[in-house]
């Protein structure tokens, strides 16, 4: 999210809606001086979480919960009533009167579909039990659980087993939503018990044991049991084929998947989507069609499937619109909405968002909703959703008079609200965008004072936090410290409480800023600055427990991971960074004092973990596996450079075998410094000269390694290992240049993306095998012939042992075929490839068609039931990174990691033909000598084409990196 800036001052305005907290009452006033606002990502991944929640897809962003789809309705079993308790007869007759409006609410959406995960319970008569579903439905979990525990003590005095055992499990689910962990696993224990202990199980029982298993599941996944959620899931699947209902079992298909994914088994779980998709298209255009199709959508989109997802959610739309069903019209509208803004498309978005809010207008009165006696406004909930969800768009993409035209119809629907969820996260929603308004944050104060004050009526902690929360935000961007840090505390304990860790480590950075925002109110050894590193680290803890569900289960987080997730960690390793410089030192660039020993190796740590959430992030799947390692126990001669982009400087740790951490910064604007790296890369096009490439190319060196010259020297190193941050990524530190020559006329060179995640070996010259592939013609219109990959491949051949798979003969089936077949220490594939921040876009071709990134790995690993030993040496030599694309580069880190090979040797850019081949044919010679590593072989190579006056310019021989084991 951009930096909120404040377009204008501000001047005092009156006080806002008090509301009593344990602060005793505090008034909400807004300072009139108010200077430039600080970066506030929380509100953006706080607004991005609330706008699901009011979508219908999720049930609640619990870090473990799993995000229900919209419901279908099951419309086949009907259960026995229950009977009121007698005396309670104006109890029931309020309740009715109640349900009736709740029936009307539930109608156009339902936010929380009940508690079968996929599928709501069948309707049923009984009054208490179908009053209870709708207060669920509308998020007034606290009543609905008093209703249903009222309920299930009514079913076990009538001796009516099988309803008690249903209702208990409905409860389980109402607790787990209020963060009652304990109430919940006693909800389900005792549903359980229940129907295991009654031995006679008809089918109308087995659906009822199937239900609840569903249940089961649906809270082993909120507890991160993925692996018994999974199990659970298989049994209610297997008890919904006995009982002959195919609605049930593709229920808990979808809800398998999302335990799949959640386990990193992306594959499996694919593989049961795509089953579902072959079912639901077997099946005639019907309401529970549209709305399979919508589950299966929203399934696909929750697994990171974006393409697939849109396409499976405009199915829905058409068959909801053949069969005339204005609900999964709306629904559909609303998640394709949500799919277009999530693939950065925001007017298509917009145009879904619209179209769902115009379906309401053509409903009859039995969809109109009244909310309040003698309230003449009638709300549409899901145009109010459709209308927020417009409202947020159009402010992000800076569109200011049409959201100001749109505010007033959103008000008047909201102000119209009963208390209960929906309102309070439509307030917060609402409140986020305001923010953003020029003027808009005195009304955000009163919406988030009312949204407080309605989440504690419904006893709903969840959204007690996030209303608290944001109210603290509003004061950490209107400067008022006390008062922000107050309300965070309060809305993190009670986070805490609920186990609800996805929005913890929100309050946990947003109180890490509030205590040392931007370094300016506090010092390093003061209790601020303390408190402050002690709460972004509790904040990166709570990341790393929960990484898994952000990246597998959540994706909307991940679209907006370089703001909710990256500056947390920057943001520490500045703190951790802390220089003491005077201001005459800053202004002269000089190195500043070095940190502790101690904040240090938590900033590496950081370094090497944010790496790690970046690719798990671009992977959508947590599910590397890191590997701690000392330098000194990998290359005795090698040193590790560690540069982190920051706001205000560029920060650097050196680590030197057997030697204590070393730190220098440079201290520029962020701008300056990617301005700067932009153009060396723009630099080291074929047609540039000297004098406009060496001037960037030395001035980086001085950033990145100038200042370790002396500790480099005496130490003896060979090897520099560069973990790159950012843009960094997309330049080859062999290029720079220190006023006399190239750093790899110096130093053997490879990058990595962390001690971490190398496997070090070396690779002995008695282990040469190859499998080489390429393509010298071309079979792609968009691709043009590379003639020299003939003439490359055939001179590889001539030294090394090897199988040769060439045009017509390069096949991902003839690939796949030979590395089944035999054990290749290294695969070299000549071929046009793509790498690029975007995970669908990175790529390699064969004759056949393009491998992406998973399909590589496959192929790749194709071989592992049977041999144990990864590849040694994968070559990608034709390849480049995405033009345009800033962080291209981390999709060639992601095949260096993925395709489970120890090394990638791959190009930045495409190369010409013959330089390439001469490399090539170069660097196997060094490498079959056996008395250089990897990045020596490597380093000799290019400086034997550097001494050919044809070859001398970077074009040709900077773009080879070497990823990963260097040895």
């Known amino acids: 999210m951009r930096k909120l800036l404040l377009k204008r001052s501000l001047s005092f305005f009156s006080k806002l809606k008090s509301y009593n907290t344990t602060c005793l009452g505090f008034k909400l006033l807004i300072s009139g001086r108010i200077r430039a606002l600080v970066q506030n990502l929380t509100k953006k991944v706080s607004l991005t979480l609330i706008l699901f929640a009011l979508l219908g897809t999720i049930t609640a962003f619990g870090v473990h919960a799993l995000p229900s789809v919209e419901s279908l309705q099951h419309p086949r079993v009907e259960l026995n009533g229950g009977m009121r308790r007698q005396g309670d007869a104006e109890t029931g007759r309020r309740r009715d009167r109640e349900l009736g409006e709740l029936e009307k609410l539930g109608k156009t959406t339902e936010k929380f579909p009940i508690p079968n995960s996929q599928f709501p319970i069948p309707k049923q008569p009984t009054t208490n039990n179908k009053f209870a579903q709708q207060l669920y439905h509308n998020g007034r979990f606290l009543e609905a659980a008093k209703v249903w525990s009222e309920t299930a003590a009514t079913f076990a005095e009538q001796g009516d087993i099988i309803n008690q055992a249903l209702v208990l499990s409905h409860l389980c689910l109402a607790y787990q939503q209020l963060g009652q962990w304990e109430e919940a696993e006693a909800a389900i224990s005792q549903s359980l018990s229940?129907?295991?202990?009654?031995?006679?199980?008809?089918?109308?029982?087995?659906?009822?044991l199937a239900q609840v298993l569903n249940n089961q599941g649906n809270l082993q996944?909120?507890?991160?049991?993925?692996?018994?959620?999974?199990?659970?899931w298989q049994k209610a699947e297997a008890t919904y084929e006995e009982a002959g209902d195919q609605v049930g079992i593709i229920g808990t298909q979808l809800n398998q998947a999302k335990a799949l994914q959640a386990l990193g088994l992306y594959r499996r779980a694919k593989t049961i989507l795509e089953t579902v998709e072959q079912t639901l298209a077997n099946q005639s255009d019907s309401p529970l069609k549209?709305?399979?199709?919508?589950?299966?959508?929203?399934?696909?989109?929750?697994?990171?499937?974006?393409?697939?997802?849109?396409?499976?959610?405009?199915?829905?739309?058409?068959?909801a619109r053949a069969s005339q069903s204005p609900p999964d019209i709306q629904a559909a509208l609303l998640s394709l909405g949500n799919i277009t803004r999530a693939q950065k498309n925001p007017a298509a978005a917009l145009e879904f968002y619209q179209q769902a809010a115009a379906v309401c207008k053509g409903e009859d009165e039995r969809e109109q909703i009244q909310l309040n006696p003698g309230t003449a406004q009638a709300v549409c909930l899901s145009k109010l959703q459709a209308q927020l969800n417009q409202l947020s768009l159009l402010v992000e993409t800076e569109q200011w008079s049409v959201a100001q035209a749109l505010l007033p119809q959103i008000k008047t629907q909201l102000a119209n609200l009963p208390p209960t969820q929906m309102a309070v996260y439509g307030r917060i929603n609402l409140a986020e965008s305001l923010m953003q308004l020029p003027g808009g944050f005195s009304s955000s104060g009163q919406l988030l004072a009312t949204a407080v004050q309605q989440a504690e009526t419904l006893g709903d902690p969840r959204a007690q936090s996030y209303a608290l929360g944001s109210l603290g935000g509003l004061y950490e961007q209107t400067q008022q410290w006390s008062q922000a840090e107050n309300l965070t505390r309060q809305a993190l304990a009670i986070a805490q409480g609920i186990s609800a860790q996805d929005i913890m480590y929100q309050w946990q950075w947003q109180l890490g800023r509030i205590l040392c925002i931007n370094t300016e109110l506090c010092t390093t050894n003061t209790e601020n600055f303390l408190s402050a590193i002690t709460a972004y680290t509790e904040a990166v803890k709570t990341l790393?427990?929960?990484?898994?569900?952000?990246?597998?289960?959540?994706?909307?987080?991940?679209?907006?991971?370089?703001?909710?997730?990256?500056?947390?960690?920057?943001?520490?390793?500045?703190?951790?960074?802390?220089?003491?410089?005077?201001?005459e030192q800053q202004e002269n660039n000089s190195q500043s004092p070095t940190p502790s020993q101690n904040n240090l190796k938590q900033a590496r740590e950081l370094i090497e973990s944010l790496q790690l959430a970046q690719l798990e992030n671009f992977f959508r799947a947590a599910c590397l596996e890191a590997k701690p390692q000392l330098i000194d126990q990998i290359d005795p001669t090698a040193a590790v450079i560690y540069p982190i982009i920051l706001p205000e400087r560029l920060a650097v740790i050196l680590s030197l075998p057997?030697?204590?951490?070393?730190?220098?910064?440079?201290?520029?604007?962020?701008?300056?410094?990617?301005?700067?790296?932009?153009?060396?890369?723009?630099?080291?096009?074929?047609?540039?000269?000297k004098q406009e490439r060496l001037p960037l190319a030395q001035q980086i060196y001085d950033w990145l390694v100038k200042p370790a010259e002396e500790q480099l020297i005496s130490s003896g190193v060979k090897t520099l290992v560069f973990v790159l941050d950012g843009s960094l990524r997309n330049l080859p530190m062999a290029a720079l240049h220190d006023g006399e020559q190239y750093l790899v006329e110096k130093y053997s060179i490879a990058l990595t993306s962390g001690l971490q995640l190398l496997e070090a070996r070396s690779l002995e010259p008695e282990e040469f095998k190859a499998l080489l592939g390429g393509l010298s013609e071309s079979n792609q219109p968009d691709f043009l012939p590379l003639p020299g990959v003939k003439s490359e491949l055939e001179q590889i051949a001539a030294k090394v042992p090897s199988q040769l798979l060439l045009n017509q003969e390069f096949t991902s089936d003839s690939l796949q075929a030979e590395i089944a077949r035999t054990s290749f220490p290294v695969v070299h594939l000549a071929t046009h490839g793509q790498f690029s921040s975007n995970l669908e876009e990175t790529f390699i071709l064969t004759w056949n068609r393009k491998i992406k990134i998973e399909g590589l790995r496959d192929l790749l690993r194709s071989r592992e039931s049977e041999l144990s030993e990864p590849i040694e040496l994968l070559i990608l030599s034709a390849c480049q990174t995405a033009s345009g694309d800033q962080r291209a580069a981390l999709g060639l880190a992601g095949v260096a990691v993925r395709s489970g090979a120890r090394s990638t040797l791959a190009t930045l850019w495409s190369v010409q033909d013959q330089s390439t081949a001469n490399l090539m044919v170069q660097f196997y010679q060094e490498l079959l000598q056996g008395k250089f590593t990897r990045a020596e072989a490597l380093r000799r190579a290019q400086l034997a084409l550097l001494k050919q006056p044809q070859y001398q310019h970077p074009f040709y021989w900077a773009p080879f990196v070497l990823v990963g084991n260097w040895l």
């Not at 229940?194 to 009822?208: A, C, G, V």
């Open 194 to 208: 229940l129907l295991n202990d009654n031995q006679k199980l008809t089918t109308n029982h087995q659906f009822i």
């Open 221 to 232: 996944l909120a507890q991160n049991l993925a692996e018994q959620a999974l199990r659970t």
């Open 290 to 319: 549209a709305a399979g199709l919508l589950n299966l959508g929203n399934t696909l989109r929750l697994v990171g499937d974006l393409a697939n997802s849109q396409q499976v959610l405009e199915q829905s739309l058409a068959v």
């Open 544 to 583: 790393a427990s929960i990484r898994s569900d952000l990246v597998a289960i959540n994706p909307e987080v991940q679209f907006s991971f370089r703001e909710s997730v990256e500056p947390i960690y920057r943001e520490l390793v500045a703190l951790l960074l802390q220089p003491d410089a005077t201001d």
């Open 658 to 689: 057997g030697q204590p951490l070393h730190h220098y910064s440079t201290f520029l604007p962020e701008p300056e410094v990617e301005s700067t790296i932009n153009k060396m890369r723009q630099s080291l096009r074929r047609t540039s000269l």
